[in-house]
């Protein structure tokens, strides 16, 4: 037996047996072989070898459609082509057809919003074993780590949603008047910014003890689903409800429809999350839409695709990112009647790549929060 750096050859002995030389070629070719694992695990892609692909989860938020603008808008500047997967709030359907995009040949480098944080590992585990490389972005498990993982999984950005929660829950509450019931709704429940911006609502609200929620619901982020929840709840509730608090635009825009149907719109006032144009135009033109928050799903959705490609191609060397830089929190900031004007115009795509070539890590604040 003979041994080439970590592996080892059995030369067998006897008629048919495979010539010395053979053997010595075909260790080269496996030693060959392992180098360019290696190299492929470190970066170093061909920028033809590569498949760019964004993962959403539904076409029907803005705030999603917004990220795919931002992918798109990164695709283009590096001049390949997108995949934009839109898993339609179904976990099983998400990593099927990550793992179609993966089976078609190429090395995927994927940024993904997944629906829930259980889904991350199976999602991670097929881009990486494949040789692919992967930002995942809001939600994970506690404690799965990419340094923990492989330099393939990249990076995991947060966005800090407890102050989101407090700062739109603290601005309604007072346009309420600091009394009166609300009704709320939460994202996905296996969502830490779902968790976080509901907790720092519910920390806001400790300022205004007038202040009630009535019911608490999850709509998945979905515009038809919480218009259709708050039907029931106007029946439930009826003139009792002054507020509507939600984790995103999306949810918050179909309780507006609906208490817009039911003539009620000006009675009520309303708060978001996620810098939505919808959103910022009825912040602009009427006084019950009160705020939204923003994390810019534009650049978002350019950010994690950009950070998953730099590496991918070895212009990124992960093992010299720290803990927080693999997975930590990224700027925000609240818009109301004061700022709003400023965040109507959508960025054209070189406006949103002039922000990401300012540095990957730019807008990058601090720990991820636990």
């Known amino acids: 037996m003979e041994k080439f750096g970590n592996t080892h050859f059995i030369f067998a002995i006897g008629a048919g047996a495979v010539t010395r030389r053979k053997m010595l070629a075909l260790a080269g070719t496996a030693v060959l072989a392992m180098t360019m694992q290696s190299a492929v695990m470190a970066g170093g892609l061909d920028k033809s070898d590569i498949q760019l692909v964004t993962v959403i989860q539904t076409n029907t938020n803005p705030y999603m459609l917004q990220w795919a603008a931002g992918s798109q808008a990164f695709a283009d500047s590096v001049g390949l082509p997108l995949k934009t997967i839109v898993s339609n709030g179904d976990s099983q359907q998400q990593l099927a057809q990550i793992q179609a995009t993966i ?5 995927v480098v994927v940024t993904i919003n997944p629906i829930n944080s259980a889904d991350v590992p199976a999602i991670v585990k097929a881009v990486t074993r494949s040789g692919g490389f992967i930002t995942t972005q809001w939600n994970k498990p506690e404690g799965y780590n990419p340094w923990d993982v492989s330099p393939n999984y990249v990076a995991h950005l947060t966005y800090d949603g407890y102050s989101a929660g407090k700062w739109t829950g603290k601005s309604l509450f ?3 008047g600091g009394k009166g019931g609300i009704i709320a709704f939460k994202g996905v429940l296996d969502s830490p910014p779902s968790k976080q911006r509901y907790d720092g609502m519910n920390e806001a609200l400790k300022d205004f003890p007038d202040v009630k929620i009535l019911d608490t619901q999850a709509a998945g982020w979905d515009r038809q689903k919480a218009y259709d929840i708050t039907k029931t ?6 003139d009792q409800i002054k507020g509507v608090w939600a984790a995103s635009d999306s949810m918050t825009l179909g309780a507006y429809a609906a208490f817009q149907d039911a003539g ?5 006032k309303f708060s978001g999350n996620d810098n939505t144009e919808e959103a910022l ?4 033109s009427g006084p019950n839409f009160i705020d939204t928050y923003s994390s810019d799903g534009y650049y978002n959705g350019a950010l994690g695709l950009a950070m998953a490609y730099d590496a991918a191609i070895g212009k990124l060397d992960v093992s010299k990112l720290t803990h927080e830089q693999r997975a930590g929190n990224y700027s925000q900031f609240g818009v109301d009647k004061s700022n709003v004007k400023q965040q109507l115009k959508p960025p054209t795509g070189d406006e949103i790549m002039a922000e990401v070539n300012k540095g990957l890590f730019a807008r990058f604040v601090g720990p991820e929060l636990k």
């Open 174 to 176: 007072t346009a309420m």
């Open 103 to 107: 089976a078609a040949g190429k090395k």
């Open 281 to 284: 135009k009825l912040i602009d």
């Open 264 to 268: 009620r719109v000006s009675e009520v």
């Open 233 to 238: 709840l106007l029946t439930k509730y009826g």
